[in-house]
């Protein structure tokens, strides 16, 4: 078994567990025990919850950036990316619910996936073709951050085989970014979208905590 199969077998273990049992009761040694696998190699490679879900992240990250194109308007381009990042998440539905409902009651975990998720948001960007460094880049990632919190909420509801509800919310969250950001520049007047532009985070209006 290769390391990256070791991973994929310990994540998948992992959220195996946590929807069934719930996320307290996850841990490497747990998730091993499950899949038969190796835990000195856990112990080595995921030997914590936060080091299981920060290679997850990973792994939606390089599953949403593979195969970007600089094709098209930036709008478009993110559109995809997040999709594709959805589409990994889907593979892990029952777990990354029951992440979702445990933490509220572990605000530490909840903080720490947010920053984590915030970086990943950079990624994205970078994914698209436009610049997540310096003080303009930190306010895309912020706002891009909230397009997905806003997607994430349309996600855990969505139950179409397409994603159709989960599209159409990242749509529309997306569209409010042009917005925000062509009142930031009055004078613009763009003839096309402009979500090369996320200047300004957007005012999620969810609970639900990113993954």
Known sequence: MTDDEFDAALIAAAFDLGAEQGWRAVSAAAACQRAGLDIAKARRRLPTRRAILARFGALADAQALAGTSQDGVARDRLFDILMRRFDFLQSHRPGV??????LPLEPALGLWLARESLASMGWMLEGAGLSAGGGRGGLRRQGLLAVWVWGMRAWLGDESADLS???AAVDVALNRADQVAARLQPGAAPAEPRSADLE????AEASVPPV
């Open 97 to 102: 619910a029951a992440l979702m409902k445990a």
């Open 200 to 203: 300004l985070p957007l005012t």
């Open 165 to 167: 509800a989960t599209m």
